[in-house]
Structure formats: C-alpha cells, structure tokens
Nanobody, 125 residues
C-alpha cells in the first residue's frame, strides 16, 4: 500500500501561481511513477502531468503545457506540481496518484493504483 497526501491548494487570482505537494508513505517511493490529475464539477478526471520514478521523463496534458511543471524528490518521498499562469479553467480538485513503474508513462486514471484525497484549487477571474 501507498498512502498519498496532497497539500498546497487554495484560492488564487488569474495569472497567479501555486505549488502543490504530495507526500507518500508506505512502499519505496522510487518504485513508483507519479501523476497529477484534476477533476472539475461535472467533468471527468483529467490528466495533468506525470513523472517517471527517476524524474528523467515527464509528460503534460495539452491544457497545462508550458505553464505547469512536475518534479519529485525521492529522498523526501514527495512529488510537486508548480502551476504558473493559472486560469479560471484550472479550477478543480487536484489529485496525486501513483503506479508501480513499468514501461512508459501513463495518462489514464485507470492506470494508477493509489490516490490521494485531493486538494482544491480555485482560480478567480
């Protein structure tokens, strides 16, 4: 089992920045690829970003490319999401997710085995 806890959400004006954090406990953190997803009311869960177990490869959803950056520090069992240039349409609950690292990075929610409880991000116009 892996336990994930997100933090760092909040209310920010359009154009502002937030940094989300996700702390992991349980299995060795370096065994897992990590992802960030988000879900707005009435919408499906959306892929935001993912990072390989060693941080060497990252991928981003089209709507956040060039604005968001995912990173991780294995020694701290933590993954981060730096969000710049926030827009009202980025408003959602943001979830951290983990999957045992095999093959390529995954962007579908069903590919991830462990999830945090989510943190709310609200961007005002």
């Amino acid at each position: 089992q892996v336990q994930l806890v997100e933090s760092g959400g909040g209310l920010v004006q359009a154009g502002g920045s937030l940094r989300l954090s996700c702390g992991a406990s349980g299995r060795p953190f370096s065994a897992f690829d990590m992802g960030w997803f988000r879900q707005a009311p009435g919408k499906e869960r959306e892929f935001v970003a993912a990072i390989k177990w060693n941080g060497a490869i990252t991928e981003y959803g089209d709507s956040v490319k060039d604005r968001f950056t995912i990173s991780r520090i294995n020694a701290e069992s933590a993954v981060y999401l730096q969000m710049n240039g926030l827009k009202p349409e980025d408003t959602a609950v943001y979830y951290c997710a983990a999957r045992r690292s095999t093959g390529i990075l995954r962007s579908r929610p069903n590919d991830y085995d462990y999830w945090g409880q989510g943190t709310q991000v609200t961007v005002s116009s």
